[in-house]
């Protein structure tokens, strides 16, 4: 801010006793730089060389620069984010504000804030006024495996991933997703850029892969003849059990670690043949016709 100075006498010079904290121009114009007080000095000197001067006493507000530490934050673990005002101002007031609304009774150079938003602090010495911030507290990170593709897990996006299989760490899996080549439970423990880490909710993986680590589907189960006399023969790369009903849903007969079904005494008909794996997971589900 600045304010203007006028002389009873023209001719003279102004001078200020501090120009670091406010300034004076040839006008009078007297602008202020920090906070302090000065005095403003008017000095006339005639033509027999004699001087006189005025003086005026100013106080400036300066300027204020602040900002909030940390930069934001995550209420981790239930945990409130402390924040700070740092500025080299003295004499200040706080109001601190919640997504643009004046939360009431926060007025300390802290603020413990418990509830995500964006948070921001007006600061005044009773002259300058600024603003700090806003800075945005978040939730924690909510991770959640999803299956995309055949064989293969993935998250949301975070700073940092790793994954683990039945509580274990799986060395190098640390991206966003992970392909698995065995069955078990997995979890990804993610870390947001504040640095808050959460694991997320277990991913049974019961079937689907053998032992090479391939993922089977029904496509991978071959059956036939179809019609069938006698023998049907089942091609898989994993080892199968099946179950076989007639159409009405009357159990027949289940076979464990299937490689051919006998049906040569079975009447004429249409008949349903359910695959599962060793988990007793359904592969898939067929028909075949009984035909002598």
């Not at 023209?10 to 005095?39: E, K, L």
């Not at 002259?127 to 911030?133: K, P, S």
């Amino acid at each position: 801010s600045a304010i203007t100075l006028t002389e009873t006498v023209s001719g003279g010079a102004w001078t200020t006793s501090n120009p670091a904290i406010a300034s004076v121009s040839s006008a009078g114009v007297v602008t202020g730089i920090t906070s302090g007080t000065v005095t403003i000095t008017y000095t006339v000197t005639n033509a027999a060389g004699c001087t006189a001067f005025a003086t005026y006493t100013v106080v400036s507000g300066g300027s204020i620069t602040a900002a909030i530490t940390p930069g934001g934050g995550t209420l981790c673990g239930g945990s409130p984010v402390v924040m700070t005002v740092t500025s080299s101002a003295t004499g200040l007031a706080y109001q601190w504000y919640r997504n643009g609304v004046l939360i009431s009774g926060a007025t300390s150079v802290t603020y413990s804030a418990g509830v995500a938003g964006n948070y921001s602090v007006v600061l005044t010495n009773g002259c300058a006024t600024d603003t700090a911030g806003p800075v945005a507290v978040v939730n924690p990170p909510a991770p959640l495996i999803s299956l995309v593709g055949s064989n293969t897990l993935a998250t949301g996006s975070f700073a940092a991933y790793q994954w683990y299989r039945n509580g274990i760490m799986i060395p190098g899996a640390t991206t966003s997703t992970y392909t698995y080549s065995t069955t078990g439970i997995y979890t990804v423990r993610v870390t947001d850029g504040h640095g808050c880490s959460v694991t997320s909710a277990g991913y049974t993986v019961t079937s689907g892969v053998n032992e090479v680590g391939s993922v089977v589907t029904a496509a991978d189960i071959k059956m036939f003849p179809n019609p069938a006399s006698e023998i049907i023969t089942i091609e898989a790369p994993v080892k199968v059990n099946v179950s076989v009903f007639t159409m009405d849903g009357k159990i027949i007969t289940t076979i464990k670690d299937a490689t051919t079904i006998d049906v040569s005494n079975l009447p004429n008909a249409m008949y349903m043949i359910m695959v599962y794996d060793t988990n007793n997971t359904l592969i898939k589900t067929d028909k075949f016709v009984k035909m002598n």
